[in-house]
């Protein structure tokens, strides 16, 4: 069994920032892909950002000039440093990871979401 236990949410003005973290608990072999979606009220869940094992990141186009995602692999733990907020930033967000539960197991795990707040 697999958890993501998310962190960092709550409310900020326009121009603000915010740090999430997501810490994977659990037995497992490692972890590929770590990242972040989001999703607004009335909106479908759109990707923000993800991380792989080697590092490799990919972005939102509308996000890549203000956010940065991380990773510790040793803490199993991803984080997304997110600047310059805007009102459309606002929507819950939620981990997700592809977890390589044991050899020839992989299996995609999502957090419960933290939410974001972006008004002034």
């Known amino acids: 069994q697999v958890q993501l236990v998310e962190s960092g949410g709550g409310s900020v003005q326009p121009g603000g920032s915010l740090r999430l973290s997501c810490g994977a608990e659990?037995?497992?072999?490692?972890?590929?892909?770590m990242g972040w979606y989001r999703q607004a009220p009335g909106k479908e869940r759109e990707l923000v950002a993800t991380?792989?094992?080697?590092?490799?990141?990919n972005y939102a186009d509308s996000v890549k000039a203000r956010f940065a995602i991380s990773r510790d692999n040793a803490k199993n733990t991803v984080y997304l440093q997110m600047n310059s907020l805007e009102t459309e930033d606002a929507a819950v967000y939620l981990c997700?990871?592809?977890?390589?539960?044991?050899?020839?197991?992989?299996?995609?795990?999502w957090g419960k979401g933290t939410l974001v707040t972006v008004s002034s």
């Open positions: 659990g037995t497992f072999l490692r972890i590929n892909t």
């Open positions: 997700h990871a592809e977890v390589i539960v044991y050899v020839g197991l992989l299996r995609p795990y």
């Open positions: 991380a792989t094992y080697t590092g490799t990141t």
